[in-house]
């Protein structure tokens, strides 16, 4: 089926170590974007890119790097995880257009023990 | 910046009640605008959208909004709940008259609990 894919599903680091979340859509979407998912938050951006070779930070980018080497991926890399990463994540795609419908991966849940 | 706020954090309703989460943005321009939902566990799925037209919009399972401009809101309602209901719902605005690209910016959510 055609949708955002989001790997890992469930994943426990310890503080300090390094991990890649996977993100990859197979609908051509320019647009794509990590939000963190947190209790009384809502989801926050933290990093979105418009198209291949274009990232720009969100709300929360600190501690999160990403990259758009193709249109289809989009990894999150956590460098140093920290107890305060601890979240869920979504990923996100969407046609920058007049429909403005979103895409979301089925998350990511992070714990930074 | 743009904000959204959803003043109600946490509902608690019996099945049958009528339902009604306010949502609110702080942005003057031309906006679409969104409800999502969030089953325990699941990711987020789509209840409804606006982008033009007729204020209110119906979505999914009996859901509906309405978009009052002048008010800044769109707020969600379903005339009869039931316990599947239970969920997190999120209001969220994209701004579509920036140059720029345009952000989705969600609210904090609101716990909806349906007593059965």
């Known amino acids: 089926n055609a949708g955002v894919t989001q790997t890992p599903k469930f994943q426990v680091l310890k503080t300090g170590q390094s991990m890649t979340l996977q993100c990859a859509q197979d609908?051509?979407?320019?647009?794509m974007s990590w939000y963190r998912q947190d209790p009384g938050m809502g989801l926050r951006l933290i990093h979105y890119?418009?198209?291949?070779?274009?990232?720009d930070q969100g709300e929360v980018p600190n501690g999160y790097n990403v990259s758009r080497s193709t249109t289809e991926d989009f990894p999150l890399r956590l460098l140093s995880a920290a107890p305060s990463q601890t979240s869920v994540y979504f990923c996100?795609?969407?046609?920058?257009?007049?429909?403005?419908?979103?895409?979301f991966g089925e998350g990511s849940w992070l714990t930074v023990v | 910046a743009q904000s959204v706020s959803q003043h109600n954090h946490h509902v608690i309703l019996s099945e049958a009640a009528s339902l009604e989460l306010g949502c609110n943005y702080s942005?003057?321009?031309?906006?679409?605008l969104f409800w999502y939902v969030q089953y325990p566990g699941q990711h987020l799925q789509l209840l409804l959208k606006?982008?033009?037209?007729?204020?209110l919009v119906k979505g999914i399972k009996g859901f509906e909004a309405e978009f009052i401009k002048s008010k800044f809101s769109f707020n969600l309602r379903k005339p009869s709940v039931q316990w599947s209901d239970t969920a997190e719902y999120f209001c969220?605005?994209?701004?579509?008259?920036?140059?720029?690209?345009?952000?989705?910016?969600f609210g904090s959510g609101t716990q909806l609990t349906v007593l059965p």
């Open positions: 942005y003057g321009g031309t906006v679409n």
């Open positions: 890119s418009v198209g291949a070779g274009i990232t």
């Open positions: 609908m051509n979407h320019e647009y």
């Open positions: 996100a795609s969407r046609i920058e257009g007049a429909t403005n419908t979103i895409y």
């Open positions: 606006y982008f033009s037209g007729d204020p």
């Open positions: 969220a605005v994209i701004i579509t008259s920036s140059g720029s690209a345009r952000q989705l910016t």
